[in-house]
């Protein structure tokens, strides 16, 4: 599902024609705590703006998304005008965008949300596939596969024609066999390269295996920025008590290219000390700088670019051993969008 539609069904924000004072966040159904008759009406769409439109006329200063309910009638005793509620961003959805913003950096050719990426050996992991790159050296791509293959057998065979040799992908996948699946790799790439590619090239292009790489992302990586947030939290409470969208998705790329941020606690936990930093967004440019310089020399400089960027929703540029990166995102409009929206669950 496009990325606006789903910020469209999960950002509901009533509003009252005419005025277009915000009143309240509803839920993802469309329905919510509404007074009297309105309770249990149905919204309907009064104007969308933000990444796919423009504000015009009567729309131009009221928030990205909103909506009015059915009768037009004002709903103002909802919340005071001067407190209205802060945007809060379903957790799929912030998992959704997260994910785009991260396969921007990874993706083959810098393109978000490209299931068909894929890499060869040039890293030493054997071989590279999908949304965030999994691979058969730090057996992520194993696991994956073997969720498509007991999914739709027949659809995952049909994938890989003559000159692929499935059946010996088949048993290293089904018995789990690390050391089995990088050799077939190599011998895949060496004896018959356009197949290999062709093969997986077909799997990318399945819908029922596309879910289940979206699936596989954030089940495997939101946990990790569940344990960054509580780790953060452990040094500055005060500063975490709500998780703004454009933290989220900085601690989900780091998740995916570092395993989160606690392996650097105490360098950030020192920094936080002596530096006192008085907001988030402050608070997570030191926790991704130093998680950042926990990296092989080679590669600080583009984490820190990474996850700066993502919190600035613009390319920024880092150097750090002498190594200078500068990378940009074609999601970073979401950022300038939605960054400051809380995230719902935290």
Excluded at 92 to 101: C, D, I, K, P, R
Excluded at 177 to 189: N, P, S, V
Excluded at 214 to 231: C, D, F, L
């Amino acid at each position: 599902m496009p990325i606006d539609d789903l910020i469209t069904r999960s950002l509901r924000i009533e509003t009252c024609y005419g005025s277009m004072r915000p009143a309240k966040v509803v839920g993802l159904d469309g329905r919510g705590p509404r007074p009297g008759g309105l309770r249990n009406a149905p919204l309907k769409m009064l104007g969308l703006a933000g990444p796919l439109g423009t504000r015009s006329g009567v729309f131009a200063d009221v928030p990205d998304i909103f909506y009015g309910n059915p009768n037009d009638e004002c709903v103002w005793n909802a919340i005071p005008a001067a407190a209205p509620e802060a945007i809060v961003i379903a957790l799929a959805t912030a998992q959704e965008m997260a994910l785009t913003l991260t396969t921007g950096y990874e993706g083959e050719g810098g393109k978000a949300m490209n299931y068909q990426s894929l890499g060869d050996n040039f890293d030493g992991q054997g071989m590279s596939f999908g949304l965030i790159q999994w691979n058969f050296g730090q057996n992520t791509l194993g696991p994956l596969l073997l969720k498509m293959l007991n999914a739709d057998a027949t659809a995952f065979e049909a994938c890989f024609g003559k000159g692929t040799d499935f059946a010996t992908l088949k048993t290293a996948l089904e018995g789990s066999k690390q050391a089995d699946q990088l050799a077939w790799t190599a011998a895949a790439i060496k004896t018959n390269r356009l197949a290999w590619q062709s093969a997986f090239r077909a799997v990318g292009a399945n819908d029922t295996f596309n879910r289940i790489q979206r699936e596989q992302a954030a089940g495997q990586y939101h946990p990790i920025v569940v344990n960054s947030v509580e780790s953060l939290r452990g040094i500055s409470p005060d500063l975490l008590k709500t998780i703004e969208f454009r933290s989220y998705a900085a601690l989900f790329d780091t998740a995916v290219q570092q395993n989160g941020t606690v392996a650097a606690a105490a360098a950030i936990k020192a920094r936080v000390t002596k530096e006192k930093p008085t907001t988030q967004i402050e608070l997570l440019k030191i926790a991704v700088t130093e998680r950042a310089r926990k990296a092989n020399d080679r590669w600080v400089a583009d984490c820190m670019s990474r996850r700066l960027g993502l919190l600035a929703g613009e390319a920024v540029k880092a150097t750090e051993h002498e190594i200078t990166a500068t990378r940009n995102n074609p999601g970073f409009s979401l950022i300038a969008s939605y960054g400051t929206a809380n995230v719902a669950g935290f």
